[in-house]
């Protein structure tokens, strides 16, 4: 299916007890200036199976409680997950969660053995903060930042285990 979702303001979408926010298996773009939380453990707020687009919209885990890399506090996860085949990411999007045992946002596969398809994150914009990593690209992703703000207390503003390309954007990690 092609579905386009208008988040009007102070509209907020949370997940039911133990489901993905959003799970897109087609066509998705998303705008406006709602906001898509998820609350459960071992869940995100957005994740993608097939082509996305976000061109608004504040994506969280309210209840994040992963504390650091050993440490999951009994609920954390990605708030955005990209195993598609192209999620872009633009200016009006925010992104963000308290924690350090997940990563903000994940393309590609922790174990990409056995996989064929490639995903493919664009980010053009957006701010971004929050997780043990900000943007974790891995096994298969291709990742191409083109701008945006992206801060972290813990660990890397990007983490990369494929291919990436960064051609402009702000990076700030608060831990020496």
Do not use: C
Not at 20 to 46: F, M, Q
């Amino acid at each position: 299916k092609t579905v386009q979702l208008n988040l009007s303001d102070g509209v907020t979408l949370t997940n039911a007890d133990g489901a993905h926010t959003i799970t897109n298996n087609g066509t998705l773009t998303i705008s406006g200036n709602g906001t898509v939380d998820n609350v459960s453990h071992g869940r995100a707020a957005l994740v993608n199976n097939g082509t996305a687009t976000l061109k608004g919209g504040t994506f969280t885990r309210s209840k994040e409680a992963g504390t650091s890399p050993s440490n999951n506090g009994g609920n954390s996860y990605y708030v955005i997950q990209n195993v598609g085949q192209k999620m872009t990411i633009g200016s009006g999007v925010t992104v963000k969660a308290n924690g350090g045992y997940s990563s903000l946002v994940a393309n590609g596969y922790q174990n990409g053995s056995g996989k064929t398809n490639n995903p493919s994150l664009l980010i053009t914009g957006g701010t971004f903060s929050g997780g043990i990593n900000v943007v974790k690209n891995d096994d298969r992703g291709t990742l191409t930042i083109e701008g945006g703000t992206f801060s972290n207390t813990y660990g890397p503003a990007v983490m990369n285990w494929n291919v990436a390309t960064i051609k402009n954007g702000t990076f700030t990690v608060n831990n020496t």
